[in-house]
């Protein structure tokens, strides 16, 4: 048998071809220059890739009602075929589309994607998605928050594809479904373990992918996932430098295969393990590492984690004689130092000397600090790689993002507090809700998509600040707590403080100098926070204070604290005369 041959052959049978011919291309091109447009998310572009290329095989387009409602109820497409991640392209009910009707498909830029026939449209419940797929509607998950963004209904049909997203990154790293089965025929081994990973790799993820590549005797496919992973997670594109690094000093040359994988991650835990062993049998995988509380966004705002931790070994196990990819669990090993060798937490005799370094750890206790890593965890090359791409954390951005009712004294103690950091070091940038509403968002009106619109204006120049390293106060009413949490994920959670300025209704009428809750209880005004418009209040917000015991300075000078004590500014922070 051949190295060719050995590959077992995509889920479905064979790979789906979406990308037309250069001569249909030019006849598509033509015809969609006349046509209206569908701007696709980034979350729908890498989706489009990926039906494009045969990546989800055997589905071959935007699903439709069949295949998404059998998905939430049975992991299956409507064929019967294994996929448990509901792929759908949403549109707006504004926007003026109707069945028989083609529409171009344009990427964020306005490039000309893809031509597809609208078949189906239909409307899909965002309550039934986050329970079915995600386990829950907790806004601290980072895709339950984003669904408030999706549109309400679902358009589906198969697209001819004119050209992939473009990449000018690594792009002899960017192989199809087809490209990477090949580069692995090229090996000779029939058995292929794909490792999926969206972190950098550390001594004990090398340790266990040479051990499971030696188990089978075969061929490791490194496989990242660099299209939408969960917010704040480093970076691709340092990501990537730390994989070329590891491949190309420490793994043993035709035993592996890199590749990058353009997939835009649900974080949904089990069924994004499934999943994202689907994807990689149609990448020529027929062993699948799967670790503990994979693909799991982290923990709810209770601090209970989304998923438990064994819970996508056992899903998948389920699968994977049907899917012919069997699964290869991520045990928990452990540095034994006094052996300079690493083991498997059970088979550590009692009373042994172990060594260890959590993720959050690494961020808070090295990096954020410049602190090398010790030579045992990781790589020269890999710690050199991570500490050019995090400067110590009084360096790093961070967003202060106050909440409360109007009147509840935001915008004064934010003042106070824009003082505060400029005197410790800290250029800041300062977006009250009023002024933004002058210049960024004028136009809009208080409507709940008005609102909501305001409010993620604010967070994605905020995200911008805070991701070039600079210290971003923000004062908004942002009464909606699914909306503050979409925020809290463009910034990304290690660098976002949410204050919730806990100021009774009452409290907040009497300072009402413009009069505004005077006119809501007259009727004179609708729509207003507090009165006849919700206010949700954060469920675990970082800080909390009390404008009624506290004066503004006080309650600056508490944020300034927690700051210092998080690192964003340096020393330990000057302690307020009574703490909120």
């Known amino acids: 048998m051949s190295a060719t041959a050995s590959l077992i052959p995509p ?31 980034e979350r729908a572009a890498c989706d489009l890739e990926l039906l494009a290329t045969g990546g989800f095989s055997p589905l071959d387009r935007f699903m439709t009602q069949r295949d998404y409602q059998r998905v939430l109820d049975e992991l299956r497409l409507a064929s019967g075929h294994v996929f448990p991640i509901p792929i759908i392209l949403t549109v707006d009910a504004t926007e003026a589309i109707h069945l028989d009707q083609d529409v171009a498909l344009r990427s964020a830029k306005n490039d000309l994607l893809a031509v597809m026939t609208i078949d189906e449209i239909f409307a899909w419940d965002r309550a039934a998605l986050s329970e079915t797929v995600f386990r829950t509607q907790d806004p601290r998950h980072p895709l339950v928050a984003e669904l408030y963004r999706w549109g309400r209904l679902c358009v589906s049909g198969k697209p001819r594809v004119l050209q992939l997203p473009r990449h000018y990154d690594f792009q002899d790293l960017r192989l199809t479904p087809s490209q990477v089965r090949a580069r692995l025929a ?25 051990r499971a590549v030696q188990e089978v005797d075969g061929v490791l496919l490194l496989h990242p996932s660099v299209g939408m992973t969960k917010p704040g997670d480093v970076d691709h594109y340092t990501r990537v430098r730390t994989y070329q690094a590891l491949v190309r000093n420490y793994y043993a040359p035709g035993r592996v295969v890199l590749a990058l994988l353009p997939l835009a991650m649900r974080m949904a ?56 990819v069997r699964v290869l669990p991520f045990p928990e090993l452990l540095y034994l130092p006094e052996e300079e060798r690493f083991e ?85 940038t300062v977006l009250d809700g009023d002024v933004v509403r002058t210049h960024l968002s004028k136009g809009l009106g208080f409507s709940k998509e008005d609102r909501d619109t305001n ?110 004590r998080r690192g964003f500014i340096l020393g330990e922070g000057p302690a307020p005369a009574s703490q909120p």
């Open 11 to 41: 889920y479905g049978g064979s790979l789906v071809d979406l990308i037309a011919s250069p001569d249909e291309a030019s006849d598509l091109k033509a015809h969609a220059s006349r046509l209206p447009s569908i701007q696709l998310s």
């Open 186 to 210: 090229e090996t000779g081994y029939p058995n292929v373990v794909a490792f999926q990973t969206r972190n950098p790799l550390h001594r004990v993820h090398e340790e266990l992918t040479k």
């Open 344 to 428: 498997e937490v059970t088979k550590i005799p009692a009373g042994a000397r172990t060594a260890t370094i959590s993720g959050s750890q690494v961020r808070e206790q090295f990096l954020s600090v410049g602190r090398p890593l010790p030579g045992w965890f990781t790589r020269p090359e890999v710690a050199a790689i991570l500490a050019e791409s995090y400067p110590p954390r009084h360096r790093q951005g961070v967003c202060i993002w106050f909440t409360g009712l109007s009147g509840a004294g935001k915008s004064t103690t934010a003042e106070v507090l824009t003082v505060l950091l400029l005197e410790s070091g800290r250029q800041v």
């Open 455 to 564: 409010v993620r204006r604010i967070g994605y120049v905020a995200a911008e600040v805070a991701r070039h390293g600079g210290a971003v106060v923000c004062a908004a009413v942002s009464p909606y707590r699914a909306t503050r949490n979409d925020v809290r994920d463009l910034v990304g959670s290690d660098h976002f403080v949410e204050v919730f300025v806990d100021t009774p209704l009452e409290v907040c009428e009497e300072r009402d100098i413009k009069g505004m809750y005077a006119k809501a209880r007259r009727g004179e005004i609708t729509g207003f926070t507090g009165i006849d418009d919700p206010y949700e209040p954060p469920e675990s917000p970082e800080l909390t204070l009390d404008t009624v015991k506290h004066t503004a300075e006080q309650n600056a000078r508490a944020i300034l604290a927690y700051l210092a």
């Open 269 to 324: 835990g089990p069924r994004e393990a499934l999943w994202h062993a689907v994807i990689r049998r149609n990448h020529g995988a027929n062993h699948f590492i799967v670790g503990r509380d994979h693909a799991s966004p982290g923990k709810d705002s209770t601090g209970r984690p989304f998923y438990g931790q064994y819970d996508a070994q056992e899903l998948v196990r389920a699968y994977q004689d049907e899917l012919g």
